[in-house]
């Protein structure tokens, strides 16, 4: 999928290189409820050589049945995993200890200055919320759309131990692959539109049918042994939620978003869209 991609993003590789040389540590962060897609590819070889942690955040939404296994199988293919919840602050202090362990053993014992952080991911998992908490103030702008923070910013904190975060936007690869890109757009990883509606709220259905069908019953009151068709699903929810446009007919892309963002904000519950 090409044409979407914003000309500030196309930048960003080659800022993350200038910049690499100023930091210790790189966290990169990704979203527990899909700890591949939500991934660039390209970020582990633009930070090389520096050490790297993967954060996996947004850990209050993700379906805790998953998330520890997840860590596990990351961590078996050679990855320092940390899950986070960087809303409420779990698990943060854990980070902060680790990049001072990783860093701790390449510095001098002479070394006095601050250590210094590249916090790096997709646009829209959860950066700017992991860098308030790791420097206890909301420094760091935060936002529900992705691209919130265009240009890089350094956050000071006062630790233990002293911090500077560099915060630069979320990047994405220029192509989005087939296979998830939906599940980039059911977590609002990328603009509302990028990806066909029929594609984001399809791959969504599969899964709540599949392994969540209870949750859909409770939010909406609809009885999912009868609806087989996410098509149905939108005109149920439609119905019962006075979605309905000319004629009383439903409004289809009305509840597409009312379901999508529900599933975002959590109001259907710990949901992964990513399984081990």
Known sequence: MTG????????IPRALRDKLKLVDVVLEAA???????????QLPGLVAPRPRL??????????SAYSAAWAERLAGE????????AVGGDGVEAVG??????????????????????????????????????AGARSARTGALPGVTRGEQWIRASGPPPMEILDLP???????????????????????????????????????????????????GVATEEVMEWEE???????????LGPGGRPDIERAARVLVGDFQEGKLGRINLEFP
Request: glycine share 8%.
């Open 78 to 85: 050679g990855e320092a995993v940390y899950c986070v919840n």
């Open 233 to 243: 699903l939108l005109q149920a929810i439609a119905r019962r939620r006075g979605l």
């Open 4 to 11: 979407w991609y914003p000309g500030h993003m196309a930048r």
């Open 31 to 41: 979203d527990a409820r899909a700890p591949r897609a939500s991934r660039n590819p």
């Open 97 to 134: 200890r680790a990049c001072q362990a990783v860093v701790g053993g390449l510095l001098p014992r002479s070394w006095h200055r601050p250590l210094r952080l590249m916090v790096v991911g997709v646009a829209n998992v959860g950066k700017s919320s992991l860098i308030n908490r790791l």
């Open 170 to 220: 979320g990047v994405l690869p220029p192509r989005l692959a087939a296979d998830t890109a939906w599940v980039l757009a059911a977590l609002g990883l990328v603009p509302w539109g990028t990806v066909p509606l029929t594609e984001v709220v399809e791959g969504l259905w599969s899964v709540l049918q599949g392994r969540y069908p209870e949750l859909v019953s409770r939010r909406y």
């Open 54 to 63: 993967l954060v996996l955040t947004r850990l209050d939404l993700a379906d």
